[in-house]
């Protein structure tokens, strides 16, 4: 009898025990679930907009990006595996302007998501309000392949982060309103290292003021402008046009004659052409990280800047061979 | 009335300027295809001139719906001649995964279908297309649902057509005097094996009435992979494709089956050039007693993203067909918005 009620209560404590076990599990897994459920489902066109993003969206956003560091971001290519990331997205944040025109729209066009079509409550264009380098006067394309609206790269001048920042700020609020203080935080902390990391790098960029280079492609007047650099040719001898020996001879001879010794190039070109003008001209070739993940140590949007500067100050010290 | 509709669409195409073109105004491009070729069969082996010219009209309609409109004017027996390509809605606010397109357009069927002639990297049409759909592929008025399939592990579209019957087509027609309809189904399958490469395969199925007044089936798999390396994407990619298809057509006591493949490799030399070398066979979905083999080389330079110029050499031959080679040239240009990127 005795065994028995003993047996009885240790069924009953066990089912007990049970019951509490799956309650509490059954709890944590609804809080985690709804804290998961919370986090907004952001996808970025590039890499330093994704980078901005989680920091202005912390921990209530899950971000990711179309285009990698180290892709030319004009040729993405659309694919369907690219479809399944945008079905779900709370948000779609791009760079606008046309430099993504060639993939974006039949990806979004293929979503079935009418919250991150263009005027969707959803899609979140980073260059509203962002003043434009290189309007074009002409516009026709024997310039080559020119953008219509500006140079898109501003993303290249530390400065227009801000806007950058701002918009997304505003899309996220606007998404999850009463997140509104949390973000606004994540804002302001944003702008503020931001701040301060422009006036250091202006710092240690103030010697090289007005230093002379050449580019590859016309994708860095955001950065040049912002660091007081001095693009004397491209060796494109027109946006998108691959370099031909007339251009490059003509290059050379600038470079000779301005003394220059520097020619950058995004990673996602190839750099035979520029060591060959380095070359001929004792110059160096300079790989800058045109966006987050470009290289390994550049992590965050803050990276692409320290990187960039790190190199280019490296090859434009007095003396380097 | 013809050559006023032309020159409407021309005017229209022409007078805007794409870079002027404001917000509400549609994406509207023209796209001129001007050949030359070389034919050892035939009284008159070498000609030249404008093969076509396509107009596009592009725009989100609503938050609901977008519209694409493709008018072209091609060539034929030295005459031009008006021609809608294709015209129709796509929803893109549907629930449950769910696109409707409603209209004239090309049916989803293998891989090329619906890719138009100047966009392929071949200027020949594959003979198993030529002789199973038509010299145009197989283009039909209808509907089509598209359901994207909710496969979390890899990319899945499941895609059923109706329409009413093509009014140009080997395989199938179009009868006033029935309510007979073509189904066609679809399922794309779609692997990123790594980054820079990816395996789609496809399984094709069309049901319709033949000339005969009979039912024809049509069943076709196609794989392609492709490798394009993420960081030098411009200027390396390697895509390896091959279609197959089997046609089923009743005649009323029998029923003729008839096969047909092309497998084809395009190989990116350098940034802007490209190297095509594709197989065909086919026997004629009437006779497959009758059959074609040809051997094809296609020699691509893009300029720029706006115009390309390509140089192709084909060999064919048959057990009732004479040898014979073809030479064949071709620019491709684009004027107006600019079109959005294949993969």
Known sequence: MTMEKSRSKSALSGLLLMIALVSTATVTFSAVDTHAQKRLNVVTTLTDLADITKYIGGDRVEVLSIATGYQNPHFVDPKPSHILKLLRADLFVTSGLDLTSGWVPPLLSSSRNSDIQPGGSGFVDTSVGVELLNVPTNTSRDQGDIHIFGNPHYWLDPARGHQIAHNIHAALVAVEPESEAYFTANLVQFDTTLEGKIKEWHTRMEPYEGAKIVAFHDQWPYFETAFGLDIVDFLEPKPGIPPTPSQLTKVMETMKSNEVHVIIISPYYKPDTAALVARQVGAHVVTLAPSVGAFEDVESYFDVFEHNLKVLIEALQPGTD | ?343
């Not at chain 2, 057509?161 to 006033?176: A, N």
């Not at chain 2, 390509?310 to 067909?321: F, I, K, N, Q």
């Open chain 2, 1 to 343: 009335m013809m050559p006023r509709l032309i020159s409407c669409c021309l005017f229209l195409a022409l007078s805007v300027n794409a870079f002027g073109q404001a917000q509400t105004n549609p994406d509207i491009s023209l796209i001129g295809d001007v050949r030359a070729w070389y034919d050892s069969e035939g009284p008159r082996n070498i000609d030249l001139g404008l093969q076509e010219l396509e107009t596009s009209y592009r725009s989100v309609i609503d938050p609901y719906a977008r519209a694409d409109i493709y008018i072209g004017i091609g060539q034929h027996d030295g005459e031009f001649e008006f021609e809608l390509e294709e015209a129709y809605l796509t929803s893109l606010s549907l629930p449950y995964q769910l696109q409707i397109k409603a209209g004239k357009f090309r049916s989803n069927v293998g891989k090329i279908n619906q890719i138009h002639p100047h966009a392929l990297p071949f200027i020949d049409t594959p003979a198993v297309y030529a002789n199973f759909f038509g010299d145009e592929g197989l283009n039909d008025q209808g509907l089509s649902l598209n359901w994207l399939v909710p496969n979390a592990r890899f990319y899945q579209e499941l895609t059923v057509e109706m329409t009413r019957g093509p009014g140009e087509s080997e395989s199938f027609v179009h009868d006033e005097d029935s309510n007979r309809m073509m189904m066609v189904g679809h399922l794309k399958n779609f692997w990123d094996l790594s980054d820079d490469a990816s395996l789609e395969l496809g399984l094709s199925g069309i049901n319709g009435m033949n000339g005969l007044g009979e039912t024809s089936t049509i069943a076709g798999v196609d794989v392609t992979y492709k490798r394009k390396p993420l960081r030098y994407n411009t200027y390396h990619s390697f895509t390896l494709q091959v279609e197959v298809f089997r046609s089923w057509k009743d005649t009323g006591g029998s029923t003729i089956t008839a096969d047909g493949l092309y497998a084809m490799a395009n190989y990116q030399l350098a940034r802007r050039w490209f190297a095509v070398g594709r197989f065909d066979h086919s026997d004629l979905p009437d006779n497959p007693d009758w059959n074609e083999k040809a051997v094809s080389a296609t020699l691509g330079w893009h300029l720029s993203e706006f115009q390309k110029l390509e140089w192709g050499a084909r060999h064919s031959w048959g057990p009732d067909l004479d040898a014979s080679w073809q030479g064949l040239v071709r620019a491709i240009f684009v004027i107006g918005t600019h079109g959005a990127h294949e993969y």
